[in-house]
């Protein structure tokens, strides 16, 4: 079993849960992380805080695989800020914004699933550890769910550029 939560860990579980609600409210209303709305900018900045405050964590002594993806995360979220920019990219630049923000999100709920299943229910967690057969399901099946989000939100872009093209 592991340790229980320092204050930190306490601090960081509560800040990440602020990213991880409104970013399921703004896929499950929007279909999208947008952050021209409020839940796409309340959500940039808890995946922020969520960051940030992991740093003081580690249970391996320094920087760990959980640093590295929320640093992964927090390109691709605000990386995707800037994709509009990038006029190479042209008619992608929806789907690249799009798909960076939905990576984010990936992202942030990869160590939230792995430090759930370790932690809880704290008598007796359901996982040992990264390498437990339930952690590696879980992760494959939240692989799968992003796969398919993705690809309905290019489907719903898609439907939407074709309907403006035909007003």
Not at 20 to 34: E, K, Q
Not at 150 to 167: I, N, S, T
Request: a positive charge; charged letters at 15%; proline letters at 7%.
């Amino acid at each position: 079993m592991k340790p229980s939560l320092s204050l930190l860990g306490l601090i960081h579980t509560v800040i990440s849960v602020l990213p991880f609600a409104v970013g399921m409210f703004s896929l499950a209303r929007h279909r999208t992380i947008d952050p021209r709305r409020r839940s796409g900018q309340v959500y940039l900045g808890g995946l922020l805080l969520s960051v940030v405050t992991a740093f003081g964590l580690s249970s391996s002594g320094g920087f760990n695989a959980g640093h590295a993806l929320g640093i992964l995360a927090l390109a691709a979220g605000f990386g995707s800020l800037l994709v509009p920019r990038l006029t190479p990219f042209g008619r992608l630049c929806p789907y690249l914004a799009t798909f960076g923000l939905s990576f984010s999100f990936f992202l942030l709920m990869v160590p939230a699933i792995n430090e759930t299943l370790t932690r809880l229910p704290r008598a007796r967690p359901l996982a040992d550890g990264p390498q437990s057969p339930l952690v590696l399901a879980s992760l494959l099946a939240w692989t799968v769910a992003f796969v398919l989000g993705f690809g309905l939100q290019v489907w719903d872009l898609r439907r939407r550029r074709q309907e403006a093209a035909l007003r």
